[in-house]
């Protein structure tokens, strides 16, 4: 017989990033700072991502954009692979990722695109342990997602292969 089931999660929403504690501020602080050197000249949407190891360090991404559109690559894909090739080991705790235009202003958080959740679905997979996001777009307004595996229901991983 079939069976219905639902799959969902909680995110947290805070109306400001002062209500965050601060290590998470500090993170989404690292991401602006990423985010404002990001290489965006066609788009002009810049995305800041930092992730915060286990071992304390951070490591930070922003987007890479290429003439050849289809070359640039995203914030969260720089930083993951990035981490991954200096802390092979270190288990990710947190991604921090914050967006803006220099077309518009943009209010609402925008969650990673769906090639970013799945290479980051991968080092979820392979730490055993989740991901924490949080999420803002230019200013103010942060969500947190609890997982990597919450925004990519569903999700491929190497047990298929
Ligand atoms: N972008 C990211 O860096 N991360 C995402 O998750 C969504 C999109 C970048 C790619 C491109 O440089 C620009 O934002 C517009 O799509």
Redesign the pocket.
């Known amino acids: 017989m079939a069976i219905k089931k639902k799959i969902g999660f909680d995110i947290v929403i805070y109306d400001s990033f002062e209500e965050m504690q601060e290590g998470d501020r500090m993170l989404l602080k690292k991401s602006v700072e990423a985010r404002n050197n990001a290489y965006?000249p066609?788009?002009k949407?810049q995305?800041g991502a930092a992730l915060k190891l286990e071992n304390g360090e951070i490591v930070i991404g922003?987007?890479q954009?290429n003439a050849s559109y289809p070359s640039?690559l995203?914030?969260?894909r720089v930083a993951v692979f990035y981490a991954g090739a200096k802390f092979p080991n270190v288990a990710i705790k947190t991604l921090a990722?914050s967006v803006q235009s220099k077309n518009s202003e943009v209010l609402e958080p925008?969650?990673?695109?769906g090639n970013?959740r799945q290479s980051l679905f991968e080092y979820e997979h392979r730490q055993k342990s989740p991901i924490r996001i949080l999420m803002m777009g230019a200013q103010g307004k942060v969500v947190e997602c609890p997982s990597v595996a919450a925004i990519l229901p569903l999700g491929f991983d190497k047990t298929y292969l």
């Open positions: 965006a066609y788009s949407f995305v922003n987007n954009e640039g995203c914030a969260e990722i925008a969650a990673p695109c970013c």
